[in-house]
């Protein structure tokens, strides 16, 4: 039998005191306008974020605060419904300012990055990933047969999305969701293909030093987006959470 919303709510509750690393919407996934030359400057999304009490408390009460319902029918899915992939054609951070989405969080979670000629900074041809799936680093070349080693992962995977409110937002909306700075991560290619579109309870990075921030991650998109948690996933992301504070 599935835990019922009082009692998750009640297991998120123990966790107040925890040290969640809870960005609040936005917070450092911001870009800046492409650059002609040199490396970009942006910083990625801090790993390991530090919290005050303050936060921590807004980020269990955010949690807290997420509908717990069973997953939607996935009729109807298809990554169409999300919109144009990487458009630039978004009001998010790094919308309108001439470079596709991909290219965005490229510049920004890469370091050392080299730029495409002629493509007034946006193309990433090359630079180097500090994985936070796996802790590894890896080195990106853009090709036919090396791009895919680093991918760009939804952190609420749009299938997943489409399963707890997704369906229920306009198109403008999803196409926003699909592109917003907050969800995405530059990531181990292989990594995210084997997350394919799981939510938290099914799949959680093998870093285990990344998973509070992650799981804090997805509580952030999904309250920015109305979306509902499952009851497997509520309790899931709890565990990690009171795993954190232990750490701390």
């Not at 790993?47 to 319902?69: C, E, G, H, N």
């Not at 900074?121 to 895919?148: E, Q």
């Not at 509520?234 to 954190?244: D, E, M, P």
Request: glycine share 8%.
């Amino acid at each position: 039998m599935l835990p019922s919303r009082a009692a998750v709510v009640a297991a998120v509750a123990v966790l107040a005191g925890c040290g969640l690393p809870l960005p609040s919407p936005g917070a450092g996934v911001t870009y800046a306008s492409p650059r002609v030359d040199g490396p970009s400057s942006v910083p990625g999304p801090s790993f390991v974020p530090s919290m005050t009490p303050a936060q921590v408390r807004d980020a269990v009460t955010a949690l807290a605060a997420l509908p717990i319902k069973g997953r939607a029918p996935r009729t109807g899915y298809d990554r169409e419904a999300f919109g144009p992939a990487w458009t630039d054609d978004v009001d998010v951070s790094g919308g309108h300012n001439g470079c596709d989405t991909r290219n965005d969080v490229l510049r920004r979670d890469l370091t050392a990055e080299r730029l495409k000629p002629g493509t007034h900074g946006c193309v990433v041809l090359a630079g180097t990933l500090a994985d936070p799936y796996t802790g590894r680093t890896i080195v990106f070349t853009r090709g036919r047969s090396t791009s895919s080693r680093v991918q760009i992962d939804h952190v609420v995977a749009l299938g997943d999305a489409w399963v707890t409110g997704a369906q229920q937002l306009t198109p403008t909306q999803r196409t926003t969701l699909a592109n917003d700075p907050l969800n995405l991560l530059a990531v181990d290619g292989p990594t995210n293909s084997a997350k394919r579109d799981a939510d938290a309870a099914s799949w959680l990075p093998p870093n285990k030093a990344y998973r509070c921030t992650y799981v804090a991650r997805q509580v952030a998109v999904k309250s920015r987006y109305h979306l509902w948690v499952t009851a497997a996933e509520a309790v899931q992301i709890a565990r990690v959470l009171a795993g954190c504070s232990r750490a701390r």
